[in-house]
Structure formats: C-alpha cells, structure tokens
C-alpha cells in the first residue's frame, strides 16, 4: 500500500513539474552572489553608504576625489614605464611607413648593453620560434615545413620604429605582441632586432628624442593587416 501511494505521489509530482501554469521564482539564497552588481571605477565612493549624500565620510577614498578607483597595490609595475608611450603612429599602412623615421630607440644607449641583453631574451621567447634566432626566417616552425614566408631582417627594408610598429600592432599574418611586452620591452626587443639585421652592430646610435620628433600620425583609413 505504501509503495502505491508513493508512485502515486511521483506521478503528481511528475504531471505538475510538466504543467504551463506560470510560477514565480523561488527566494535565491545570497542573492549578491548570483547576480553581480556593476560598478563604475570611477563612480562616486558612495555607492556603498546610500544613506550618506557624498563619500566624503569613507576615509579610505579621500585622497583620490571620492572615486571608488584606488592607486596601484605596492610593488605593482607600471605598463607606461615613464614617457616612452603613447605610440601615436595608427595601426595602418600609413602609420607604418611613418613609422620608419623613427631610426633611434627612445631608450637612448646609456644601458645599451643591458637593453639588447634583454632583448635577446625576449626576442629567444617570443620571436625566434619563426623568425629564427639570427633573424634569417629560418624559425624551428618554418624548418618543420609547418609555415613559410616568413622574412630575412637583413633583406627588409626596416628601421627600429617600423620594428616598434609591428610589434605593436601586428602585421599580415603576424600577431601583435604588445599584450606580451612592456613598452620598454618593444623596444629593446626592436634594438636587437635591429643588431640582427645589422650584424650584430649596436642598435642605438644616441638618446633618443627620435618619438617626441615623429611627425603627426595619419587617420587610421587602412589597416595594415
């Protein structure tokens, strides 16, 4: 008898669960933690305290014009390092050929020695795999038949800023690398790159105000990939 009832009982549950009757929802446990609440970085501060008219009264924003966005955590690293960005040159044909009259790192030669140091690593990491670690294309991809057409530095007509301007944004089938790299790092890699090209001669000639100079940059009207 009890086994009839119980089957019974499924048989309701069942038949109700497959009914068209609208239901509202049920109470969500921690509602806060199923729907997120969006906010602002640079909302007003008191968005926590509404009974409060400003966040004036929240010490820990005071310093920073009430807004909820706090500086860095102690010890974080900068992404602009100094005044090496912005990079005004547009990621276009057009931005690339201006590109080429930036012939001098920004990164000046006082640490010249260190920076293509760095930059060999870098470029070993990130570059080498196609481009091959002399430069000459001839990467562990390209030699396992698995790509091709990639190019000789020696044979291209480029300069430390068109270098740069790759790196940056990418071009034809290459990817941009600028989410890999520091902008300090875009360049020392560039300045290798360059030393490459140049046999192995120093890749900076003088500080650099060579970024500061560059003429004005184009609309960007054609992309270059």
Request: net charge negative; aromatic share 10%.
């Amino acid at each position: 008898m009890k086994k009839i009832a119980l089957f019974i009982g499924l048989g309701c549950v069942l038949v109700s669960s497959c009914s068209d009757k609208k239901r509202k929802s049920s109470i969500v446990f921690m509602p806060d933690m199923y729907y997120a609440t969006a906010y602002d970085p640079y909302q007003k501060a008191n968005f926590e305290y509404p009974e409060r008219e400003s966040g004036s009264d929240v010490p820990v924003f005071n310093d920073h014009y009430n807004m909820s966005a706090l500086e860095s955590v102690d010890g974080t690293v900068s992404r602009t390092e100094g005044d090496l960005l912005p990079w005004t040159f547009k990621n276009n044909n057009a931005g690339y050929a201006q590109a080429k009259s930036v012939t001098v790192s920004p990164l000046g030669n006082v640490n010249q020695a260190n920076d293509l140091e760095r930059g060999k690593k870098l470029y070993a990491q990130n570059c080498a795999v196609c481009h091959g670690d002399a430069g000459d294309g001839q990467g562990n991809i390209v030699k396992s038949k698995a790509y091709s057409g990639v190019p000789t530095y020696g044979e291209r007509d480029i300069t430390v800023g068109t270098v740069y301007h790759v790196i940056m944004y990418g071009k034809n089938a290459m990817g941009a690398y600028s989410h890999h790299l520091t902008p300090a790092d875009r360049w020392r890699v560039a300045e290798y790159v360059m030393s490459l090209k140049n046999g192995g001669a120093t890749a900076t000639e003088a500080t650099a105000t060579a970024v500061a100079e560059t003429p004005e940059a184009a609309p960007a009207d054609e992309t270059t990939n």
